[in-house]
Antibody, heavy 123, light 109 residues
Framework: QLQLQESGPGLVKPSETLSLTCTVS??????????WGWIRQPPGKGLEWIGS???????YYNPSLKSRVTISVDTSKNQFSLKLSSVTAADTAVYYC???????????????WGQGTMVTVSS | QSALTQPRSVSGSPGQSVTISCTGT?????????VSWYQQHPGKAPKLMIY???KRPSGVPDRFSGSKSGNTASLTISGLQAEDEADYYC?????????FGGGTKLTVL
Protein backbone atom coordinates (compact mmCIF):
# COMPACT_ATOMS: atom_id res chain seq x y z
CA GLN A 1 0.00 0.00 0.00
CA LEU A 2 1.43 3.32 -1.06
CA GLN A 3 2.37 5.69 1.73
CA LEU A 4 3.78 9.21 1.82
CA GLN A 5 5.81 10.68 4.68
CA GLU A 6 6.87 14.30 5.07
CA SER A 7 10.11 15.19 6.85
CA GLY A 8 12.02 18.35 7.63
CA PRO A 9 12.58 21.03 10.28
CA GLY A 10 9.57 22.04 12.34
CA LEU A 11 10.94 25.53 13.00
CA VAL A 12 12.29 27.96 10.42
CA LYS A 13 13.49 31.53 11.00
CA PRO A 14 11.92 34.44 9.12
CA SER A 15 13.59 35.25 5.78
CA GLU A 16 15.15 31.77 5.60
CA THR A 17 14.23 28.88 3.33
CA LEU A 18 11.77 26.16 4.34
CA SER A 19 12.82 22.73 3.07
CA LEU A 20 10.69 19.59 3.22
CA THR A 21 10.99 16.14 1.70
CA CYS A 22 8.27 13.62 0.95
CA THR A 23 9.30 9.96 0.84
CA VAL A 24 7.11 7.61 -1.17
CA SER A 25 6.99 3.98 -0.03
CA UNK A 26 5.08 0.99 -1.33
CA UNK A 27 5.16 2.20 -4.92
CA UNK A 28 7.22 4.02 -7.50
CA UNK A 29 7.33 7.77 -7.87
CA UNK A 30 8.09 7.20 -11.55
CA UNK A 31 4.58 6.00 -12.44
CA UNK A 32 3.21 7.69 -15.54
CA UNK A 33 -0.27 7.99 -14.03
CA UNK A 34 0.56 10.36 -11.23
CA UNK A 35 1.90 13.75 -10.35
CA TRP A 36 3.06 14.55 -6.82
CA GLY A 37 2.04 17.65 -4.94
CA TRP A 38 2.42 19.87 -1.91
CA ILE A 39 -0.54 21.43 -0.10
CA ARG A 40 -0.46 23.51 3.07
CA GLN A 41 -2.96 24.47 5.76
CA PRO A 42 -2.35 27.38 8.17
CA PRO A 43 -3.67 26.79 11.68
CA GLY A 44 -7.46 26.99 11.72
CA LYS A 45 -7.63 27.79 8.01
CA GLY A 46 -8.27 26.06 4.71
CA LEU A 47 -6.13 24.14 2.25
CA GLU A 48 -3.85 25.85 -0.27
CA TRP A 49 -2.26 24.10 -3.24
CA ILE A 50 1.45 24.95 -3.48
CA GLY A 51 2.53 23.04 -6.55
CA SER A 52 2.92 19.70 -8.30
CA UNK A 53 5.68 17.77 -10.06
CA UNK A 54 5.89 14.85 -12.50
CA UNK A 55 8.64 12.25 -12.21
CA UNK A 56 10.24 13.76 -15.30
CA UNK A 57 10.69 17.04 -13.41
CA UNK A 58 7.84 18.98 -15.02
CA UNK A 59 6.37 21.38 -12.46
CA TYR A 60 3.31 23.56 -11.90
CA TYR A 61 3.20 26.18 -9.15
CA ASN A 62 0.55 28.27 -7.47
CA PRO A 63 0.93 31.70 -9.11
CA SER A 64 0.73 33.41 -5.72
CA LEU A 65 3.78 31.47 -4.47
CA LYS A 66 5.64 30.86 -7.70
CA SER A 67 8.41 33.38 -7.09
CA ARG A 68 9.40 31.64 -3.84
CA VAL A 69 8.72 27.95 -4.54
CA THR A 70 10.86 25.20 -5.98
CA ILE A 71 9.69 21.58 -6.15
CA SER A 72 12.12 18.89 -7.24
CA VAL A 73 12.11 15.11 -7.58
CA ASP A 74 14.73 12.43 -6.90
CA THR A 75 13.56 9.22 -8.54
CA SER A 76 16.55 7.26 -7.24
CA LYS A 77 15.39 7.91 -3.68
CA ASN A 78 11.65 7.85 -4.48
CA GLN A 79 11.36 11.32 -2.99
CA PHE A 80 10.21 14.78 -3.95
CA SER A 81 11.00 18.00 -2.15
CA LEU A 82 9.72 21.48 -1.47
CA LYS A 83 11.73 24.63 -0.97
CA LEU A 84 9.99 27.87 0.00
CA SER A 85 12.25 30.90 0.28
CA SER A 86 12.00 34.15 2.22
CA VAL A 87 9.47 32.76 4.66
CA THR A 88 7.39 34.87 7.02
CA ALA A 89 4.96 34.05 9.81
CA ALA A 90 2.25 33.74 7.15
CA ASP A 91 3.97 30.57 5.93
CA THR A 92 3.35 28.84 9.26
CA ALA A 93 1.21 25.84 8.41
CA VAL A 94 0.82 22.09 8.26
CA TYR A 95 2.45 20.99 5.04
CA TYR A 96 1.07 17.92 3.28
CA CYS A 97 2.49 15.95 0.41
CA UNK A 98 0.04 14.03 -1.75
CA UNK A 99 -0.28 11.89 -4.85
CA UNK A 100 -2.18 13.49 -7.71
CA UNK A 101 -3.93 11.01 -9.98
CA UNK A 102 -3.90 12.09 -13.62
CA UNK A 103 -4.94 9.00 -15.55
CA UNK A 104 -6.08 9.01 -19.18
CA UNK A 105 -9.69 8.58 -18.10
CA UNK A 106 -9.64 10.43 -14.80
CA UNK A 107 -9.14 14.05 -13.88
CA UNK A 108 -6.65 15.34 -11.33
CA UNK A 109 -7.40 14.53 -7.70
CA UNK A 110 -5.23 14.10 -4.63
CA UNK A 111 -5.96 10.48 -3.79
CA UNK A 112 -3.28 9.65 -1.20
CA TRP A 113 -1.96 12.07 1.42
CA GLY A 114 0.87 12.10 3.90
CA GLN A 115 0.07 12.72 7.55
CA GLY A 116 1.33 16.28 7.35
CA THR A 117 4.10 18.12 9.16
CA MET A 118 3.76 21.35 11.12
CA VAL A 119 6.22 24.08 10.20
CA THR A 120 6.43 27.20 12.34
CA VAL A 121 8.17 30.35 11.14
CA SER A 122 9.55 32.19 14.14
CA SER A 123 12.79 33.68 15.38
CA GLN B 1 -6.57 32.78 -8.50
CA SER B 2 -9.22 33.17 -5.81
CA ALA B 3 -10.35 30.39 -3.51
CA LEU B 4 -13.61 28.71 -4.41
CA THR B 5 -16.57 29.84 -2.28
CA GLN B 6 -18.10 27.41 0.20
CA PRO B 7 -20.51 28.04 3.09
CA ARG B 8 -18.63 28.29 6.38
CA SER B 9 -20.89 25.73 8.03
CA VAL B 10 -23.83 23.41 7.48
CA SER B 11 -25.64 21.10 9.85
CA GLY B 12 -28.12 18.25 9.84
CA SER B 13 -29.57 15.56 12.05
CA PRO B 14 -28.68 11.88 11.76
CA GLY B 15 -30.46 10.30 8.82
CA GLN B 16 -31.04 13.59 7.05
CA SER B 17 -29.34 14.87 3.89
CA VAL B 18 -27.14 17.93 3.55
CA THR B 19 -25.67 19.64 0.52
CA ILE B 20 -22.48 21.69 0.45
CA SER B 21 -21.98 24.10 -2.43
CA CYS B 22 -18.74 25.18 -4.07
CA THR B 23 -18.86 28.20 -6.35
CA GLY B 24 -16.12 29.20 -8.73
CA THR B 25 -15.86 30.72 -12.17
CA UNK B 26 -15.80 29.64 -15.80
CA UNK B 27 -12.01 29.38 -15.45
CA UNK B 28 -12.18 26.62 -12.88
CA UNK B 29 -15.39 24.85 -11.74
CA UNK B 30 -17.40 25.87 -14.79
CA UNK B 31 -14.64 25.17 -17.28
CA UNK B 32 -13.78 21.58 -16.42
CA UNK B 33 -15.45 18.47 -15.03
CA UNK B 34 -12.57 18.08 -12.59
CA VAL B 35 -13.99 18.95 -9.19
CA SER B 36 -12.94 16.85 -6.22
CA TRP B 37 -14.11 16.82 -2.61
CA TYR B 38 -12.14 16.06 0.54
CA GLN B 39 -13.20 15.17 4.08
CA GLN B 40 -10.95 16.22 6.95
CA HIS B 41 -11.40 15.20 10.56
CA PRO B 42 -9.62 17.29 13.23
CA GLY B 43 -5.91 16.67 13.30
CA LYS B 44 -6.06 14.32 10.32
CA ALA B 45 -5.03 14.53 6.69
CA PRO B 46 -7.75 15.16 4.10
CA LYS B 47 -9.38 12.14 2.46
CA LEU B 48 -10.59 12.04 -1.14
CA MET B 49 -14.37 11.50 -1.25
CA ILE B 50 -15.38 12.53 -4.79
CA TYR B 51 -13.41 13.18 -7.98
CA UNK B 52 -14.36 14.18 -11.52
CA UNK B 53 -17.45 15.94 -10.08
CA UNK B 54 -19.37 12.76 -9.23
CA LYS B 55 -17.09 9.70 -9.09
CA ARG B 56 -16.45 7.91 -5.80
CA PRO B 57 -13.13 6.24 -4.99
CA SER B 58 -13.28 2.65 -3.84
CA GLY B 59 -14.37 2.43 -0.21
CA VAL B 60 -16.31 5.71 -0.07
CA PRO B 61 -19.95 5.06 0.88
CA ASP B 62 -22.57 5.76 -1.78
CA ARG B 63 -24.19 8.16 0.70
CA PHE B 64 -21.72 10.67 -0.73
CA SER B 65 -22.56 12.08 -4.15
CA GLY B 66 -21.41 15.00 -6.25
CA SER B 67 -22.86 17.13 -9.01
CA LYS B 68 -22.23 20.34 -10.91
CA SER B 69 -24.28 23.02 -12.58
CA GLY B 70 -22.54 25.89 -14.30
CA ASN B 71 -19.93 27.39 -12.01
CA THR B 72 -21.23 25.65 -8.87
CA ALA B 73 -20.42 22.14 -7.72
CA SER B 74 -22.21 20.39 -4.88
CA LEU B 75 -21.53 17.57 -2.45
CA THR B 76 -24.57 15.81 -1.02
CA ILE B 77 -24.38 13.52 1.98
CA SER B 78 -27.49 11.45 2.55
CA GLY B 79 -28.36 9.39 5.60
CA LEU B 80 -26.11 11.52 7.82
CA GLN B 81 -24.08 9.66 10.40
CA ALA B 82 -22.18 10.97 13.40
CA GLU B 83 -18.84 10.13 11.77
CA ASP B 84 -19.63 12.44 8.86
CA GLU B 85 -19.00 15.42 11.13
CA ALA B 86 -15.87 16.97 9.65
CA ASP B 87 -14.58 19.75 7.44
CA TYR B 88 -15.18 19.39 3.72
CA TYR B 89 -13.16 21.04 0.96
CA CYS B 90 -13.80 21.25 -2.75
CA UNK B 91 -10.98 21.54 -5.25
CA UNK B 92 -11.06 22.36 -8.93
CA UNK B 93 -8.65 22.05 -11.81
CA UNK B 94 -8.02 25.48 -13.32
CA UNK B 95 -5.82 24.84 -16.32
CA UNK B 96 -2.67 23.27 -14.85
CA UNK B 97 -3.45 24.85 -11.50
CA UNK B 98 -5.50 23.62 -8.59
CA UNK B 99 -7.68 25.80 -6.41
CA PHE B 100 -9.36 24.80 -3.16
CA GLY B 101 -12.49 26.09 -1.52
CA GLY B 102 -12.36 27.73 1.87
CA GLY B 103 -13.89 24.71 3.58
CA THR B 104 -17.24 23.89 5.19
CA LYS B 105 -17.70 22.58 8.71
CA LEU B 106 -20.41 19.93 8.83
CA THR B 107 -22.06 19.48 12.20
CA VAL B 108 -24.22 16.43 12.86
CA LEU B 109 -26.78 17.54 15.43
Amino acid sequence: QLQLQESGPGLVKPSETLSLTCTVSGGSISSSSYYWGWIRQPPGKGLEWIGSIYYSGSTYYNPSLKSRVTISVDTSKNQFSLKLSSVTAADTAVYYCARLQVGATTGPAFDIWGQGTMVTVSS
Amino acid sequence: QSALTQPRSVSGSPGQSVTISCTGTSSDVGGYNYVSWYQQHPGKAPKLMIYDVSKRPSGVPDRFSGSKSGNTASLTISGLQAEDEADYYCCSYAGSYKVFGGGTKLTVL
